[in-house]
């Protein structure tokens, strides 16, 4: 029903900057958080960050670093990853809480296919 789409990943040197983006689309009636989360070889997926009502939450080893921002008109999400570091490399995953119309009380959570980042040092 909700098709999330990545793009941005790649290989970048350690220090540089990527710019991660996701649209999402299908049956929307409202989108109530989108986040970023990221998967390295071997760990658990973990939380980067999220955005919700102009709120805004990252993870302890991203602050500083990573931004993350919406546009609600376009449904997508965007971060943008500066002074990127090799533990940075990882999948990432955009998320997506989505109400499909007016009457659903609770909403369905949606991911992305993923979209690699490589840092190399």
């Known amino acids: 029903q909700v098709q999330l789409v990545e793009s941005g990943g790649g290989l970048v040197q350690a220090g540089g900057s990527l710019r991660l983006s996701c649209a999402a689309s299908?049956?929307?009636?409202?989108?109530?958080?989108m986040g970023w989360y990221r998967q390295a070889p071997g760990k658990q997926r973990e939380l980067v960050a999220l955005?919700?009502?102009?709120?805004?939450n990252y993870a302890d080893s991203v602050k500083d670093r990573f931004t993350i921002s919406r546009d609600n008109a376009k449904n997508a999400v965007y971060l943008q990853m500066n002074s990127l570091k090799p533990e940075d490399t990882a999948v990432y995953y955009c998320?997506?809480?989505?109400?499909?119309?007016?009457?659903?009380?609770?909403?369905?959570?949606?991911w992305g296919q993923g979209t690699q980042v490589t840092v190399s040092s």
């Open positions: 998320s997506a809480e989505v109400t499909h119309t007016s009457w659903e009380w609770v909403p369905t959570l949606y």
């Open positions: 299908g049956t929307i009636f409202r989108i109530n958080v």
């Open positions: 955005t919700s009502g102009g709120n805004t």
